[in-house]
């Protein structure tokens, strides 16, 4: 009996969920055809439409980056090293980053033509030289891979655990192509990588991998495929990559929804996730807070727009008399600083202490371009938790509460849990935020610190909230040389050890 899906018919019932029912659309079923893919994510009842060429597309590029992690174990240290040196090399050579930077402007230049957010796209003098930094940083770190975790002897025998790597590590970001640089991370700790970036930074990613990428590979002597990108525009090949159980694990960044969904895709099909999706900093004021100190704090955390941005500021009902004009005097000079008007929301319940000149209409840089739209508008305080995504503006919500302790409960039931940041005196008051603050993050001044590369010297994978849970024996921080598993040896000197009594 065949029991392949050849087709699909409109309105035709597929079950989710255990005991909830999904529709075929009628442009789903005029789309599908024999070879294609349908993934029905159990959480949700989104039927996912996979065409069979990137279907078989991505099954390639994962097979090749599996066939290359069998091959890592005699891959050296040194050639390693040896990779990230003459990649940082590449993309310091004019010569080869002139063919890059070629590619990343034609994105750019399409990107507009959208209407899409180009700020994370260009491959600005700045991104380019924290590629080169990064790599340069993981030359310089020192190999995990074979290190002993624990050592535990008997009478004849001792059993050894050491650190190993993982296996195929699968990514799928947004169009920004610094992270192309990012993901080799994994190599370290003897892993490869596969991965789908942004249709906005697809060109860009092609042109790394012929110029800059495939070169350093084959010069420093590793196996072909050790990094695979799936060469597609297609949202549906981040879908097939995500469903390929020969991942060990997937690893997600961009919009919330998209990232949700991604993560959903791997986890039904019993791969490992780690999603940084929605972000969004918080900075809490207690009553004891230096005005200065949170008026700087505010400032300096909204110098661009990235996931640790301030993105929600909760001031206490006792210092809103002073903390409140801060506030107000901080976010426009933060879009002064990017010459745009700024952009505040507000709490109802909250408008009471925003003068009124706030509500006027201005402009403000979208996407787009020049909106005239209210510089502060009314929003629900379930809203706290949505994520800003300005482009040039800077933008923040702000709710007045009645203490740090009010302010934890709407971090925890609304936020994304990700960073916290406490402006207080009190060193009690410290104590007890990070005790219950749930964040992977914590803080006492500007959020803009959350950086793997900024703060703890390692190029980062992606920062991790908690929306999803804890992650066990690893914090918020997605490192290359964070992604192992551990494999256990045993050497026996005793050859007649027997284990019946």
């Known amino acids: 009996m065949d029991n392949d899906l050849n087709s699909l018919t409109e309105g035709m019932a597929i079950p989710y969920g255990g005991d909830k029912v999904a529709f075929v659309s009628a442009e789903l079923a005029d789309l599908f055809s024999t070879g294609d893919h349908l993934i029905v994510v159990q959480t949700t009842g989104d039927l996912l439409h996979i065409p069979r060429g990137i279907w078989s597309l991505s099954q390639e590029a994962v097979g090749n980056a599996y066939t290359a992690f069998t091959q890592m174990g005699a891959i050296t240290d040194e050639a390693i090293t040896a ?172 919009s919330g929804p998209a990232v949700a969904q991604l993560g959903a895709v791997a986890r039904q099909a019993g791969i490992p996730v780690s999603l940084h999706g929605t972000g969004g900093a918080w900075i809490i004021a207690g009553d004891s807070a230096d005005q200065e100190i949170f008026k700087s704090a505010i400032f300096h955390s909204l110098d661009r727009k990235v996931c640790n941005t301030l993105n929600t500021c909760c001031i206490p009902k006792s210092r809103a008399h002073d903390l409140v004009p801060a506030f107000l005097e901080a976010l426009p000079q933060a879009g002064q600083r990017r010459d745009a008007q700024s952009k505040l929301h507000v709490v109802e319940s909250s408008a009471e202490f925003i003068p009124e000149e706030w509500f006027r209409n201005v402009s403000i840089d979208r996407a787009e371009g020049q909106v005239i739209e209210p510089q502060a508008e009314l929003i629900q305080i379930s809203d706290l938790g949505h994520e800003w995504e300005w482009e040039n503006s800077p933008e923040v919500s702000l709710v007045i509460v009645d203490s740090v302790e009010n302010s934890v409960e709407l971090f925890n039931e609304y936020s994304p849990q990700f960073v916290a940041s406490l402006i207080s005196e009190d060193e009690k008051e410290h104590n007890d935020f990070y005790k219950s603050i749930n964040a992977p993050f914590v803080g006492n001044g500007f959020t803009r610190w959350v950086d793997g590369q900024y703060a703890l010297g390692r190029p980062e994978l992606g920062l991790s909230n908690w929306q999803f849970g804890r992650l066990f024996g690893r914090g918020g921080v997605l490192s290359g040389d964070s992604v192992f598993t551990i494999r256990t040896t045993v050497e026996q000197t005793d050859p007649n050890i027997t284990r019946l009594k």
């Not at 002597?221 to 050790?226: N, V, Y």
């Open 83 to 254: 990779f990230y040196e003459a990649f940082a090399r590449y993309l310091e050579q004019d010569d080869s980053f002139e063919l890059i930077a070629e590619a990343n402007s034609i994105d750019v230049q399409e990107a507009k033509s959208k209407e899409r957010s180009t700020t994370r796209l260009e491959l600005s003098s700045t991104m380019r030289s924290n590629m080169i930094e990064g790599l340069r940083m993981w030359s310089r770190t020192t190999s995990r891979r074979g290190e002993s975790t624990e050592s535990i002897s008997h009478e004849g025998w001792t059993v050894n655990q050491l650190t190993a790597g993982l296996g195929v590590v699968g990514f799928v970001f947004e169009g920004r192509p610094n992270v192309f640089a990012d993901a080799t991370g994994v190599l370290r700790s003897g892993n490869t990588v596969v991965f789908r970036i942004g249709s906005d930074a697809l060109q860009t990613a092609n042109a790394i991998a012929e110029y800059a990428l495939n070169p350093a590979l084959s010069e420093a002597g590793l196996p072909t495929g050790a990094v695979s990108l799936v060469n597609s525009p297609a949202r549906s090949a981040g879908h097939a990559m995500f469903s390929d159980e020969r991942l060990a694990l997937a690893v997600a960044r961009g």
